[in-house]
């Protein structure tokens, strides 16, 4: 591991050194059933040559260990994150960023942009999502604003793979509107006791700990609230799967929580400062599923146009028609234009910006693609595309989520005219 990081601390300095002088970054195209590369790696632009090497380790475990399980996760509704998160803790990908005195590998976000945008290459939306919550969502205040000893209890073993968090934010009254949560945690001498539920959590039901957002005083609710570090195991917390439409192989849960007590020491940075930590928080989460929905639309696109290249109609191959692959080379445009705002969010983070804006429109864009290219794509499919044999379909059911998880389409709408300076101010 130490030879790793002293690699990955060099490939950042290169990464600064080369950002500037890159050009614009090539369409992808297809190498096999699994994996996008770059045309041409010399003018990849965005990502160097460092970039494609972390993403070409990362694609051999994605097709040795993750791809040929997927279909079998599916159908169990499940997959088993605390051996998978092991390898991949053991190569060095859930803690790309993290500081290196807890395991990590120092690198900057653009790194973890291209750990996501590789994740894509799975065969589902769930696993790259549950691992996104482990590096993206979960962990960064864990990262920035803990304690040194929660950082040597929790995040050094969720970097290593030896334990799963999940993030604790929406409950059944407040999902998008944070600011409404009701979840408290009162403080009883040296202990904080906690009430409440949480809902859509994933990793819920295999997670060891969870990053739990509470009230904690009855001030102003943007200064009311603190992220506490909440083990899964104690008493008090029970925990119920959710079934969904899609992400079947992501765990789901709502959480309850009664009278569960935690050392108040569990509080990650400031008391009261939860709501800005899981702000910040989202800014990385929304950027990560952005990157991660990346390489997925390509896939649809590209196995729509082999299938309809294939598939007759009235005589003459579906892609012969210009209604169709006018569509996909419009749908393959809009992907580019995604990624592009997507590198110069990441670009202007990595400088230290404040990236709100870019942000949610990257995860506003990325979630009106995720309708828009599986529902446009599917069509092009016939009846075989409403069945479950094919990865469109999947992908169909798996990426409606993107519109509303991490903040709703709407939501990103009022933050985006909110930082245009055009939203209406509320009637008192």
Request: glycine share 8%; hydrophobic share 40%.
């Amino acid at each position: 591991m130490a030879a790793m990081q002293k690699t990955f601390r060099v490939l950042e300095s290169a990464f600064h050194r080369r950002a500037s002088k890159n050009l614009p970054q090539s369409f992808l195209k297809s190498r096999n059933s699994s994996s996008f590369v770059f045309e041409d790696k010399e003018t990849a632009g965005f990502y160097t040559e460092e970039h494609l090497q972390l993403q070409s380790s990362l694609r051999k475990i994605i097709d040795t260990e993750i791809n040929p399980h997927v279909d079998e996760w599916e159908k169990a509704k499940s997959f088993p994150a605390h051996k998978l998160f092991k390898k991949l803790g053991d190569a060095g990908f859930l803690g790309v960023t993290k500081p290196t005195e807890y395991g990590g590998l120092g690198l900057d976000f653009s790194y973890s942009m291209a750990v996501a945008e590789e994740l894509g290459n799975i065969n589902c939306g769930a696993i790259p999502m549950a691992i996104g919550v482990q590096t993206d969502m979960a962990t960064p205040a864990l990262a920035r604003f803990g304690s040194d000893e929660l950082k040597k209890d929790y995040l050094v073993p969720t970097i290593s793979g030896d334990k799963v968090v999940c993030l604790g934010v929406s409950e059944p009254s407040a999902g998008s509107d944070v600011a409404n949560i009701k979840t408290t945690a009162v403080r009883k001498g040296d202990d904080l006791i906690i009430n409440g539920s949480k809902m859509w959590i994933s990793n819920g039901a295999q997670a060891d700990y969870c990053c739990l957002l509470a009230n904690t005083n009855k001030g102003p609710s943007h200064t009311s609230k603190s992220l506490i570090v909440v083990p899964m195991d104690l008493p008090g917390i029970k925990v119920e799967l959710i079934d969904k439409i899609g992400m079947h192989s992501s765990d789901t849960a709502m959480i309850f929580l009664e009278d569960v007590k935690v050392p108040a020491s569990h509080i990650i940075g400031e008391e009261g400062m939860g709501f800005t930590y899981q702000m910040l928080q989202f800014q990385e989460e929304r950027l990560w599923a952005g990157a991660a929905a990346v390489v997925p639309f390509y896939k649809i696109i590209r196995d729509t146009a082999e299938y309809c290249g294939q598939r007759k109609a009235f005589g003459q191959p579906v892609l012969s028609n210009q209604s169709v692959y006018f569509r996909l080379a419009e749908l393959a445009t809009e992907v580019e234009l995604l990624r592009s705002l997507l590198h110069k969010a990441t670009a202007q983070y990595c400088m230290g910006h404040n990236v709100t804006k870019m942000a949610s429109m990257v995860k506003l864009k990325a979630g009106r693609l995720a309708r828009e290219i599986p529902d446009a794509c599917l069509q092009y499919w016939g009846g075989m595309g409403f069945t479950s044999d094919v990865l469109v379909s999947r992908f169909y059911r798996d990426f409606r989520i993107l519109s509303i998880g991490g903040g709703a389409d709407e939501v990103m709408l009022s933050i985006i005219a909110k930082e245009m300076n055009i939203l209406p101010s509320k009637k008192k």
